[in-house]
């Protein structure tokens, strides 16, 4: 879905006036019946169904602007808004002016993220660092639940930008995931370094837009500051739509882990 908002798909649709009428009513109702609903409006003597989407409402002010903010967090962008747009088409490679924020030192690295794949379950960062960090029941690893709380103690978190963590949220979501259990057993041991994919994903999608010249012009008046909380937004929602996307509602992984394949040959 997060397709659904590059210029390449929204010109191949032929949409040039993005909004939240334009999206897609099916992919917007999968998101719904996914969620329970949180109120019911009456509108002309009938009874209206309005849905929440819990993955992604952080500051909510009134029904109708949590679900919105809720939308917009969970596919990472908003179609009708162009600055917040602009912003995720420069972070994953949408815009010819892109640079790839693996490449890209002038960002601040003030993001927390958790290397998966060299994660061992040990739970030092969930200790020392609880108001950050938590286990995950299902898989035995830990997860970023709040930026910006204690100092990571271990090896596998990494510091990065906003831009760069919605990009490792993103490929994470990918990727099939395997019990911490079975890692330390010898199983599903797969080499990923999902720092390379998601540079490399980044850089594709980059070599696309600049061959097809089909960037969307807006104009240039975002302040420092300004971008860098949507920045931050960005890489939220990212996150939020990895929680959604990780429960098979949305997809199923695109790579698989050598060792779980053979298994199921078997």
């Known amino acids: 879905m997060a397709q659904f908002l590059s210029p390449v798909y929204t010109e191949s649709l032929k949409i040039h006036n993005p909004s939240l009428n334009l999206c897609s009513k099916s992919s917007w109702r999968k998101l719904a019946k996914a969620t329970k609903p949180c ?16 993955v992604a409402a952080e500051d909510s002010v009134s029904p109708i602007d949590t679900t919105a903010d809720d939308y917009y967090a969970v596919l990472g962008l ?12 420069e972070i994953h490679g949408y815009s010819l002016t892109s640079i790839n924020p693996f490449m890209d030192d002038s960002s601040p690295k003030d993001h927390v993220f958790v290397d998966e794949f060299t994660c061992i379950g040990c739970k030092n960062c969930a200790n020392v660092a609880c108001n950050v960090f938590a286990i995950e029941e299902d898989f035995g690893r830990a997860r970023v639940y709040n930026q910006h709380g204690n100092p990571d103690p271990v090896d596998c978190i990494h510091w990065t930008s906003a831009a760069q963590l919605s990009l490792l949220e993103d490929e994470m ?11 330390l057993s010898g199983m599903g041991s797969a080499s990923f370094n ?14 696309k837009v600049l061959m097809k010249n089909c960037a969307l012009k807006f104009d240039n008046n975002l302040d420092e500051d300004e971008a860098k909380e949507r920045e931050k937004r960005a890489a939220a929602a990212a996150r939020r739509w990895r929680e959604y996307s990780k429960k098979g509602v949305d997809k199923p992984p695109r790579f698989k882990l050598p060792e779980a394949g053979l298994s199921k040959d078997k």
């Open 39 to 54: 109120t019911l409006v009456m509108q002309s003597g009938k009874r209206k169904w309005c849905g929440r989407l819990r």
């Open 78 to 89: 908003v179609l009708s808004d162009p600055i917040q747009r602009k912003v995720y088409d």
């Open 173 to 183: 979501r990918r990727i099939e995931r395997v019990n911490v259990a079975l890692m």
């Open 194 to 207: 999902v720092f390379r994919m998601a540079s490399s994903r980044w850089e594709k999608r980059q070599s």
